[in-house]
């Protein structure tokens, strides 16, 4: 499905991924660490064509993306239909004036009829449990309040992909569980889920896979899931990522 090779990319002349080496495949569940600046959301801007490689190819599902492929508008579309992204900022991901358009946003874009979308935004308000929001304006509610709702707003896409750049920072334990379960629900269903986190103990028995970065921006573990659980140092080592 997403296949890197060799790519790093520097914001300035300073790399923050070095020849980075990955494929995902359908149906995993990728669960991304490491230290602060080690390029784990650079790593999701790319995968999400919002910046380019500096070096290296990026090809999803058989195609070479690059800036080239978003001049083509039908096909960017679609790629970001299928590519949903919950970003580490919900400031960066809330810009309508309250909760209800914010998640009837994607849903409109794609030509829903309007009671298709109430029925999507009533889906999603339920499923995270912010139903007393709906009326707010999203730029003032509190961090976790707008966590919910960036995550409420991709997933009333519907996309075959979730990228989750740190779902769980700054929500309750029970606000962590809820989003949790969902993400499995998914995944579950058949989506390909890719997230980042430093909760590894909260999240350690659903992904399928585990991704360490180093403070070098290169990929230093890249194991499955029921490998990783068998090593006790290295489970260890992971919680305090
Ligand atoms: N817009 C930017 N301009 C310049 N440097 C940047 C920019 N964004 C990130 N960086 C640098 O790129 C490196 C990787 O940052 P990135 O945000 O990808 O790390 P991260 O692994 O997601 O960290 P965290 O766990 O803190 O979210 C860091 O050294 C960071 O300072
Ligand atoms: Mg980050």
Do not use: W
């Amino acid at each position: 499905m997403f296949s890197f090779s060799d790519i790093s990319y520097g914001y300035t002349d300073k790399l923050s991924l070095d020849a980075i080496n990955l494929s995902i495949q359908k149906n995993e569940f990728v669960c991304l660490l490491g230290p602060n600046g080690s390029g784990k959301s650079t790593l999701f801007k790319l995968l999400n064509g919002l910046i380019f490689p500096s070096k290296g190819n990026y090809i999803y599902n058989g195609t070479l993306i690059n800036a080239q492929f978003f001049k083509n508008s039908m096909s960017a579309k679609k790629f970001h239909q299928q590519i949903g992204f919950v970003f580490q900022n919900s400031d960066v991901q809330l810009f309508n004036t309250t909760v209800y358009d914010e998640i009837a946003f994607g849903p409109r874009q794609m030509g829903l009829s309007e009671i298709e979308v109430i029925t999507r935004v009533s889906d999603c308000l339920n499923l995270l449990n912010i139903k007393q929001l709906e009326t707010r304006t999203p730029y003032h509610l509190s961090g976790g309040e707008k966590k919910l709702v960036a995550i409420a707003s991709v997933l009333s896409l519907n996309p075959d992909v979730l990228i989750l750049d740190e779902p769980l920072t700054g929500l309750t334990v029970q606000a962590q569980e809820t989003i949790i379960s969902i993400i499995k629900e998914l995944h579950r269903a058949g989506k390909t889920i890719v997230m980042s986190t430093h909760n590894f103990n909260q999240i350690k028995n659903h992904p399928t896979r585990f991704i360490e970065f180093s403070e070098n921006h290169t990929i230093i573990l890249d194991k499955p899931a029921e490998i990783v659980l068998r090593d006790s140092n290295l489970t260890n080592h992971l919680a305090l990522m």
